[in-house]
């Protein structure tokens, strides 16, 4: 089975820290997201990753960067987290050939920024 | 740009009855659709996906759903709902170029009542 991993189920940090969001998958996918959920909003896509070192932005970067220095590991950084950044965040990876493009979503982290 | 649309944000259904989970998309293609489930505190899981082919696609748990391109519709159906259901649905757009970002609904709560 495919297997994504985030490294945190829940996190409280304080205004202004710098947080890292780990993400690891083990199905050797190219392509890897972070999301955004919240209430009433869905799912928003903040950045994706498509090989190594490869990145572009999402719907909502603001705030975030993104590093993978590995084609398994997938990071998010919040350079200064804010209350407004308090919600789930959920990692996914998906093949990029053709055929099979379901992403395949880790558990999520839930953090709350005080 | 794709966009999709669940007009539905809760939905309640007694235990046994008949589901309908609407979905609609915004596309100049045909695209990739899915639909994921998430209970309560977890990732998303796939439900099913349609590609091309038959328009009435069989997912696990019971679901189905039913592509209809002249309604830009991609509605998810379960003859017989049962307590487990209880979760919030997402639909799902995409194109099949590996790279490109999937797009989500903003979600359909739903809740069974004995």
């Known amino acids: 089975d495919v297997k994504v991993t985030q490294s945190s189920r829940y996190l409280v940090k304080r205004t202004g820290e710098k947080v890292f969001l780990e993400c690891v998958q083990d199905?050797?996918?190219?392509?890897m997201f972070w999301y955004r959920q919240d209430p009433g909003l869905g799912l928003r896509l903040i950045y994706f990753s498509y090989d190594v070192k490869m990145k572009e932005k999402g719907d909502i970067p603001e705030g975030y960067s993104v590093s993978r220095e590995k084609k398994e590991r997938f990071s998010l950084i919040l350079e200064s987290a804010s209350t407004s950044q308090t919600s789930m965040y959920l990692c996914?990876?998906?093949?990029?050939?053709?055929?099979?493009?379901?992403?395949?979503f880790g558990q999520g982290t839930r953090l709350t920024v005080v | 740009a794709q966009s999709v649309t669940q007009p539905d944000i809760h939905i309640t259904v007694s235990e046994g009855a008949s589901l309908e989970l609407r979905c609609n998309y915004s596309y100049g293609a045909t695209p990739y659709l899915f639909w994921y489930v998430q209970s309560p505190g977890q990732g998303l899981q796939l439900l099913l996906k349609?590609?091309?082919?038959?328009?009435l696609v069989q997912g696990i748990k019971g679901f189905e759903a039913e592509f209809k391109r002249s309604q830009s519709s991609f509605n998810l159906r379960k003859p017989s709902v049962h307590w487990s259901d209880a979760a919030e649905y997402f639909c799902a757009v995409g194109l099949d170029f590996g790279n490109e970002k999937l797009t989500f609904g903003t979600g359909t709560r739903l809740t069974i009542i004995p």
């Open positions: 349609y590609f091309s082919g038959d328009t």
């Open positions: 996914a990876s998906r093949y990029q050939g053709s055929g099979s493009t379901e992403a395949f």
């Open positions: 199905m050797d996918h190219e392509n």
